[in-house]
């Protein structure tokens, strides 16, 4: 019995891992085959990134937007990346900003609810549960959420045009952007595939 019962504790912990172990949402990147990244190893910041749009856009302060500077400047220099001030010493500039809409998810599902009361049966001629007094009960569940839209361009200051494009998205909770460590995950995430052909390391 005790075996039985470690067994069954075992297979619940394994449930809750799996259940914990939802992978991050891939980014979709693009890019200017034309663009030689190769070069490129000097990068700054594009002076109006840090734009928030969408149908109920949220309003971030100056410091919320340093983390999100901040982090993207971390997950570059550990690319090997040099971080400058003058845009004129880029060779690239990075700019990013965030979509938000506002979205609900409905949810129906149905259950049978039996009925008790005398009835006919081929097998019990009183039969206390049968089927013609079976009413299905609809159970509506409305979920609203708020959807971000992550999006880093590189720009070419020469061109003055994106040359590298890395979008992501997921839902937003409100702690999301108190937390540096979140953000920092974030950064990686979006910039994993920068610049095109790199090496790829996990978030």
């Known amino acids: 019995m005790l ?5 069954s504790f075992a297979a619940l912990i394994l449930m809750l ?13 693009d890019y200017d085959v034309e663009h030689d ?6 990068i700054g910041f594009y002076a109006l990134s840090g734009s928030v749009t969408g149908n109920n856009p949220m309003q971030l ?15 570059l220099d550990g690319k090997g990346y040099t971080l400058v001030d003058s845009a004129r010493d880029a060779d690239l500039l990075v700019s990013w ?24 049966s081929r097998y019990n001629r009183y039969a206390m549960y049968n089927c ?9 569940q409305v979920t ?8 880093v361009d590189m720009v070419d200051p020469a061109k003055n045009r994106s040359v590298w494009r ?16 979140t953000i920092d995950s974030a950064a990686r995430l979006v910039l994993k595939d920068f610049p095109p052909g790199a090496v790829k390391t996990a978030p």
């Open 37 to 42: 990244f190769s070069g490129d190893t000097k």
């Open 17 to 29: 891992l799996a259940a914990c172990a939802t992978p991050p949402p891939k980014p979709s990147v």
């Open 97 to 120: 900003h965030l979509n938000t809409v506002e979205k609900q998810v409905v949810r129906t599902t149905s259950s049978p609810n039996y009925g008790m009361s005398m009835g006919y």
């Open 61 to 75: 302060t100056d410091f919320q937007k340093d983390r999100i500077k901040e982090a993207l400047g971390t997950a």
């Open 132 to 140: 013609y007094n079976c009413m299905n009960t609809t159970d509506v």
């Open 166 to 181: 890395s979008v992501t998205q997921s839902k937003m909770k409100g702690e999301m952007l108190k937390d540096q460590a």
């Open 144 to 151: 609203d959420y708020t959807q971000g839209t992550f999006i």
């Open 3 to 7: 075996r039985s019962l470690n067994l």
